[in-house]
């Protein structure tokens, strides 16, 4: 086989259908498209969303809530995401290299969700109430 007898499957191409080419074609004089009407015309079709007038269904719901910016720069760890890390010093750094947090985060929250059960030293990362009493009670310490 050499790569100038390759041919395409029988059936798999066709011809590009030509309209407006004469009665003997079956798609001559209107092409396809009809007689008259907006859809006929060149050019001649709504946008999407249109309802002919009736005001469309995107304007009559009610605008509802957003979504911050900012939440790409704040990010959040569990106790138990502490618990499976190897070093008893964490930093957001260290999270950034790890790949607990992203790229873009700045600020660093722990959560208490699973258990901890060694003592962990965090450094510039914050914690919920819950998280910081289990935290200490396994004998870590949270520094500023």
């Given amino acids: 086989m050499e790569l100038n007898s390759i041919k395409p499957g029988s059936g798999s191409k066709h011809a590009k259908r030509r309209v407006g080419r004469g009665i003997g074609s079956g798609l001559g004089k209107t092409a396809g498209r009809g007689h008259k009407g907006q859809k006929s015309r060149a050019g ?84 919920t109430a819950g998280a910081k009493a289990a935290i200490e009670a396994a004998g870590g310490s949270l520094a500023a």
């Fill in 44 to 127: 001649g079709y709504h946008k999407v969303g249109f309802e002919g007038g009736q005001m469309p269904l995107q304007r009559r719901l009610p605008k509802r809530g957003f979504k911050s910016h900012l939440l790409k720069f704040n990010a959040e760890i569990t106790l138990g995401q502490l618990q499976v890390l190897a070093v008893d010093e964490v930093d957001l750094l260290l999270l950034k290299q790890i790949g607990l947090v992203g790229e873009l985060a700045k600020v660093v929250k722990v959560v208490k969700s699973g258990e901890l059960t060694r003592a962990v030293v965090l450094k510039g990362i914050g914690a």
